[in-house]
T-cell receptor, first 118, second 109 residues
């Protein structure tokens, strides 16, 4: 079945460090990918919609200069948390939307990245 | 604004004790209601899609139903391996998903 690979699965780093998270669709192309953030015991909150070849669309309240998104190919989107601080510690999850016709189920999620900023 | 509310927040069940999870929603132009299972430290695993009131879907011990205002996820005779957080999400125009807060289910043997 369609697989989304997210890397790394866990990151622990010092405050002020920039961290890059990758989201790859392994066996399908995805013009559109989504980035979510999940705090403990809370649900997924959409941060931004990533579009291949164009600028990402950010949700209200999400700082675009803080969370840089690059979608340079049809199978890869990256989220870079710049100058991370402890309040950025969270679980980040991506979702890829297959381009193929008839694929309308929002079911292709990565396994998440646990980011811990010390 | 689309809203999704799940209840209860947490549910402790004995093995074999059937129960139901609720997902109430307000959305203009529903284009699908989705149920997911999420294990700790993992991304959501897709379970069901429901599109219209009266629709039902089943998979093993799980059954999802939909009305115009809410959806239920029924767990029949649960086993410990059914322990997880169950998420509900709705999709309106624009392909954007809005998630509920989830229900954490613990099934004790």
């Amino acid at each position: 079945g369609a697989v989304v690979s997210q890397h790394p699965s866990r990151v622990i780093c010092k405050s002020g460090t920039s961290v890059k998270i990758e989201c790859r669709s392994l066996d399908f192309q995805a013009t559109t990918m989504f980035w979510y953030r999940q705090f403990p015991k809370q649900s997924l909150m959409l941060m931004a919609t990533s579009n291949e070849g164009s600028k990402a669309t950010y949700e209200q309240g999400v700082e675009k200069d803080k969370f840089l998104i690059n979608h340079a190919s049809l199978t890869l989107s990256t989220l870079t948390v710049t100058s991370a601080h402890p309040e950025d510690s969270s679980f980040y999850i991506c979702r890829a939307n297959p381009d193929r016709v008839g694929s309308n189920q929002p079911q292709h999620f990565g396994d998440g990245t646990r980011l811990s900023i010390l | 604004e689309d809203q999704v509310t799940q209840s209860p927040e947490a549910l402790r069940l004995q093995e074999g004790e059937s129960s139901s999870l609720n997902c109430s929603y307000t959305v203009s132009g529903l284009r699908g209601l989705f149920w997911y299972r999420q294990d700790p430290g993992k991304g959501p695993e897709f379970l069901f899609t429901l599109y219209s009131a009266g629709e039902e879907k089943e998979k093993e011990r799980l059954k999802a139903t939909l009305t115009k205002k809410e959806s239920f996820l029924h767990i029949t005779a649960p086993k410990p391996e059914d322990s997880a957080t169950y998420l509900c999400a709705v999709r309106a125009a624009g392909n954007k998903l809005t998630f509920g807060g989830g229900t954490r289910v613990l099934v004790k043997p």
